[in-house]
């Protein structure tokens, strides 16, 4: 039996706030993010899968910048990046959202233009 060895790798990205997303921020508005995500060690970084952690904890229209891979003892010295970066290992991913939102007008959930078409973000 063999022993899968984890990693984390934290993306750098925006993303919308939905209705109860787990960082507080108000439905609507477009923040920067760090998404910490759980991989087996030595696989290459899996966008797909951080932008779905960030969907389950309430953020749509995540866009990934880059990413940094972090190993299982390297814990961030800041208490707040440090939870996520456990959490992440615990659960398979964890988002912290930056306080103040990257628009000084927040869209409305499915918001659209004056063509009918639904704004890009």
Do not use: Y
């Not at 934290?10 to 921020?25: D, M, P, Q, S, W």
């Not at 940094?68 to 939870?83: F, I, K, V």
């Amino acid at each position: 039996m063999s022993t899968v060895v984890f990693e984390v790798h934290v993306f750098l990205g925006t993303g919308t706030a939905k209705r109860g997303n787990e960082g507080g921020c108000k439905a609507g508005e477009r923040h920067s993010l760090l998404i910490f995500s759980r991989q087996p060690a030595s696989e290459a970084p899996d966008e797909a899968h951080a932008r779905k952690g960030a969907a389950a904890a309430g953020w749509t229209h995540a866009k990934v910048e880059r990413s940094m891979r972090l190993s299982p003892d390297a814990l961030p010295s800041e208490a707040t990046l440090r939870d996520a970066f456990r959490d992440a290992l615990a659960l398979g991913c964890s988002v912290v959202a930056d306080r103040r939102a990257l628009d000084s007008k927040p869209l409305k959930p499915g918001k659209r233009d004056r063509r009918g078409k639904k704004k890009k973000t």
